[in-house]
């Protein structure tokens, strides 16, 4: 990868503040990103508007302003390109990839228990296959009632159909051989939202040319599913740098979720955007 043609990105989520983890995600991307002349782009994760809000958006481009960080172009809201990833499921459907999953969390956990307990990719279950057997006739009378569906991936039907042989290139891990297995039939489009993580990530890096894609290491996994997804799609194939997460005094990594303290906290205390550097080893 030439130097001038390097393109990565930071994506955050507008959940919440940032902190520290974000700050040392942003900063390694942007490092990189300088130091061979190439572009840093920004794209604002916002498809749950259920948890997103938009005052954290402004929020995410003060303390990255202040961190020193400029993005090459205006930033992409995901919300805005909801039928992009609509038309790349239609793709996805006429490849035969997708089933609908009528079932409820309940139902899924229910289902797991009888199984005796089933394998655990980071946080979530594996989804133990419910809805994968259902007929057209079946999946039909379903629908005729109402019932509100997700669209899932049937990852052994896809994993096939792509030749089961594929690879990416960790600047970290090396080559790594995709097992897209490990997190099961993704859910690649939600009941509430006509889309997901999974297949709006994918798309949106493939379609602002991101050949690097800096990002923790919590998210390797799903990187399995990702490199599956470029290639049912015929999508082109960024490198990948999947970081250690920033941990904090008590050896935990940051999380939203448990009040990490934040960068607009820190900075209220006088840290300075050299005092993150050096709290995050850069
Ligand atoms: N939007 C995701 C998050 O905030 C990160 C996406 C990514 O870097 O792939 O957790």
Known sequence: ????????????????????????????????????????????????????????????????????IEWNEPAVIQSEHMDYYEQLLVQLEALRVLYPCFCTRREIEEEIGRAGGAPHAGETAVYPGICRG??????????????????????????????????????????????????????????????????????????????????????????????????LLGLQVPQYLHHSLVLDDEGRRFAKRDGAVTLQALRGEGWTPEDVRRRVGL
């Open 1 to 68: 990868m030439s130097g001038g043609g390097l393109v990565t990105r930071f994506a955050p989520s507008p959940t919440g503040l940032l902190h520290l983890g974000h700050a040392y995600s942003a900063l390694l991307a942007w490092d990189i990103a300088q130091s061979v002349e190439g572009r840093f782009l920004l794209r604002i994760e916002d498809i749950d508007g259920s948890r997103c809000r938009e005052e954290f958006v402004g929020e995410i481009y003060e303390d990255l302003t202040w961190l020193g």
């Open 134 to 231: 259902l007929s057209e006739a079946e999946q039909a009378a379903k629908m005729g009632t109402g019932a509100a569906y997700a669209l899932r991936l049937d990852v052994a039907h896809a994993w096939r159909l792509v030749g089961e042989n594929l690879v990416w290139q960790d600047r970290l891990a090396g080559e790594i051989h995709a097992a897209p297995g490990r997190l099961g039939d993704v859910v690649l489009a939600r009941k509430d939202i006509s889309t997901s993580y999974h297949l709006s990530v994918v798309a949106d890096d493939a379609r602002q040319g991101i050949n690097l894609i800096v990002r923790g290491e919590d998210l390797f996994e799903s990187t399995h599913i990702h490199r599956l997804l470029q290639a």
